[in-house]
């Protein structure tokens, strides 16, 4: 059974920090492709980054520079390092193994003075 579990979501300042954390189990992230998105109110769920199982990453073009994707294959454990938030990043964020319908219950973040 997949799962996927994530975690650091929270409230920040613009121009703050927050690592988010997705757990996985059920599934080996080191040999599959992995994906954050983001649905902030109103709008449509929206591709944030994807690592592949060769490493190689790619992010969309309004967090390129500020966000990386990284995982610890001994922890199993996908992240999102995001750094120079702006209000226009708050949103729940989710965790899912590209192409499927494997998604996590998401975190929320809220960037916000």
């Known amino acids: 059974q997949v799962q996927l579990v994530e975690s650091g979501g929270g409230l920040v300042q613009p121009g703050g920090s927050l690592r988010l954390s997705c757990a996985a189990s059920?599934?080996?992230?080191?040999?599959?492709?992995m994906a954050w998105y983001r649905q902030a109110p109103g709008n449509e769920r929206e591709w944030v980054a994807t690592?592949?199982?060769?490493?190689?990453?790619t992010y969309a073009n309004s967090v390129k520079g500020r966000f990386t994707i990284s995982r610890d294959n001994a922890k199993n454990t996908v992240y999102l390092q995001m750094n120079s938030l702006k209000p226009e990043d708050t949103a729940v964020y989710y965790c899912?193994?590209?192409?499927?319908?494997?998604w996590g219950q998401g975190t929320q973040v809220t960037v916000s003075s």
């Open positions: 899912r193994k590209s192409g499927s319908n494997y």
């Open positions: 690592i592949t199982s060769g490493g190689t990453t």
């Open positions: 059920g599934i080996i992230v080191s040999i599959n492709a």
